[in-house]
Nanobody, 123 residues
Framework: QVQLVESGGGLVQAGGSLRLSCAAS????????MGWFRQAPGKEREFVAV????????YYTDSVKGRFTISRDNAKNTVFLQMDSLKLEDTAVYYC????????????????WGQGTQVTVSS
């Protein structure tokens, strides 16, 4: 059983930065595509970014391109989301997820999820 634990969320002013981490245990982390998703109050969970198993390919939703960077350290079983130039609309609970058989943006394709970490951007 794969367990994912996010950390690094918090309160930050607009224009600031945060770095989220997601530590994995169990399973074979280096074979999974890893994604970040977010869910704001009253909204559906949405895709943010994904990285393939080797870290050689990434993809972002348009609203975070150029501001967020996903990366991974397979030696440490950890995936990161560097968030710069944060905006009020980035406020949400951020989740990391692992996909064992697909590299994509559909939340339904992901097999394992963390508990989430709150990111709040203030003006």
């Amino acid at each position: 059983q794969v367990q994912l634990v996010e950390s690094g969320g918090g309160l930050v002013q607009a224009g600031g930065s945060l770095r989220l981490s997601c530590a994995a245990s169990g399973g074979t982390f280096s074979t999974y595509a890893m994604g970040w998703f977010r869910q704001a109050p009253g909204k559906e969970r949405e895709f943010v970014a994904v990285i393939n198993s080797t870290g050689g390919h990434t993809y972002y939703t348009d609203s975070v391109k150029g501001r967020f960077t996903i990366s991974r350290d397979n030696a440490k079983n950890t995936v990161f989301l560097q968030m710069d130039s944060l905006k009020l609309e980035d406020t949400a609970v951020y989740y990391c997820a692992a996909a064992t058989h697909i590299y994509g943006t559909d939340p339904g394709a992901y097999n394992y999820w963390g508990q989430g970490t709150q990111v709040t951007v203030s003006s």
